[in-house]
Nanobody, 115 residues
């Protein structure tokens, strides 16, 4: 059974940093692209980072240069290092993987950036 468990969220001041973690289980982690998304109140879910199986990374312009995704295949964990955080980064952050023609999401972790 695929499981994704996020952690590391919290309250941080404008300009601060946080590192999110997503512990994965139930599938061969190293063979799958991993992604982070976020959803803020009143908005649709937004893709924020992706890391491929050979560690190529992609970001939307809204976070490029401030967020860094990485993975540790030995620990079955994907990370999201967030720097220069802004109040508009406030959201619930979710880990995502597409396995066996199904989308799987974690429960999310809240990130709040105060101004």
């Amino acid at each position: 059974q695929v499981q994704l468990v996020e952690s590391g969220g919290g309250l941080v001041q404008d300009g601060g940093s946080l590192r999110l973690s997503c512990a994965a289980s139930g599938f061969d982690f190293r063979r799958y692209i991993m992604q982070w998304y976020r959803r803020s109140p009143g908005n649709q879910r937004e893709w924020v980072a992706e890391i491929t199986t050979d560690t190529n990374t992609n970001y939307p312009e809204s976070v490029r240069g401030r967020f860094t995704i990485s993975r540790d295949n030995d620990k079955n964990t994907v990370y999201l290092q967030m720097s220069s955080l802004k109040p508009e980064d406030t959201a619930v952050y979710y880990c995502h993987v597409f396995v066996g023609l199904r989308h799987f999401w974690g429960q999310g972790t809240q990130v709040t950036v105060s101004s």
